[in-house]
């Protein structure tokens, strides 16, 4: 569903489903994206991070995730983006009942390599 | 006005990349800070029934302008990299209306710049966002 979201369409976003039945996003590169020469903008990676902690949520059935109300993000970034695919997936930490904690990791060609790391706080209802 | 100023250099660059995909414009500056701007565009909607707008054009807006920030307070031009950013929603911006960030840079050291920022969408006495980002230069010493 964060795929028919026109910002996720706007930067290229689509559902992944990964081997192991997980499901997360997939980001290929496009001049509308890069930064500095060569690089993803940083801003595109923390929103990619940002809308798999959202897929993650609507993974879950949380009626949160159709009308988000994101508290806060941190985001780590760890490596430069280079202009190839990315990938985002996000793990539900906790799923409280006022606010759920989700961690997300944005990878290009090595998944142990992360370029970007971010922690979300999501309120429910 | 020094053509060859970093600052001057910087906002007289045509838009290219993402920048140029989100309309993001120059609109004022200091000693210390920027102050760059992005209109709205259907595109930045999460949900093109309700109008609520997506939380990943604000932050693509402030590390824009963080950067330009630092450059302002520098007057150097040497790349650099985002290291971290801490985004607080404070509300949802609205549908419709340009979103303004405007970002200081507090601290610049060898290696290292740290910068705040303050996101509104029309009125900077009802922010949408605070935000905290450091970034690093990634030149050779």
């Known amino acids: 569903m964060i795929d028919r979201a026109p910002y996720a369409q706007l930067?290229?976003?689509?559902?992944?489903?990964?081997?192991?039945?997980?499901?997360?996003?997939?980001?290929?590169?496009?001049?509308?994206?890069?930064?500095?020469?060569?690089?993803?903008?940083?801003?595109?990676?923390?929103?990619?991070?940002?809308?798999?902690?959202?897929?993650?949520?609507?993974?879950?059935?949380?009626?949160?995730?159709?009308?988000?109300?994101?508290?806060?993000?941190?985001?780590?970034?760890?490596?430069?983006?280079?202009m190839v695919e990315s990938y985002a997936q996000a793990r539900i930490v906790r799923l409280g009942k006022r606010v759920v904690n989700v961690d997300a990791t944005c990878w290009q060609s090595d998944r142990e390599s992360p370029i970007a790391t971010g922690r979300m706080h999501i309120l429910r209802a | 006005?020094?053509?060859?100023?970093?600052?001057?250099?910087?906002?007289?660059?045509?838009?290219?990349?993402?920048?140029?995909?989100?309309?993001?414009?120059?609109?004022?500056?200091?000693?210390?800070?920027?102050?760059?701007?992005?209109?709205?565009?259907?595109?930045?909607?999460?949900?093109?029934?309700?109008?609520?707008?997506?939380?990943?054009?604000?932050i693509s807006l402030i590390d824009a302008a963080a950067g330009a920030a630092i450059i302002a307070r520098t007057r150097r031009w040497e790349p650099m990299a985002t290291l971290d950013l801490r985004v607080d929603y404070l509300r949802a911006a609205r549908p419709e209306c340009t979103l303004h960030a405007r970002a200081t840079c507090h601290r610049v050291t060898r290696r290292v710049a740290f910068t705040r920022c303050e996101v509104h969408d029309g009125d900077p006495a009802n922010p949408v966002a605070f935000a905290a980002a450091s970034f690093f230069f990634t030149s050779e010493p």
């Open chain 1, 11 to 82: 930067l290229g976003v689509r559902e992944w489903i990964d081997a192991d039945g997980s499901t997360g996003l997939v980001m290929p590169a496009s001049v509308a994206l890069e930064g500095r020469l060569g690089f993803l903008y940083g801003g595109v990676i923390g929103s990619v991070l940002e809308l798999a902690c959202l897929a993650a949520l609507a993974g879950e059935g949380e009626v949160a995730a159709e009308r988000p109300r994101p508290i806060n993000i941190t985001i780590d970034f760890l490596r430069g983006g280079l």
């Open chain 2, 1 to 58: 006005m020094e053509p060859e100023d970093p600052f001057e250099r910087l906002k007289s660059m045509p838009p290219r990349g993402h920048h140029a995909l989100l309309g993001i414009y120059h609109v004022a500056a200091g000693a210390d800070w920027a102050e760059l701007a992005c209109p709205f565009s259907a595109g930045f909607l999460m949900d093109a029934g309700s109008g609520l707008v997506s939380s990943g054009p604000v």
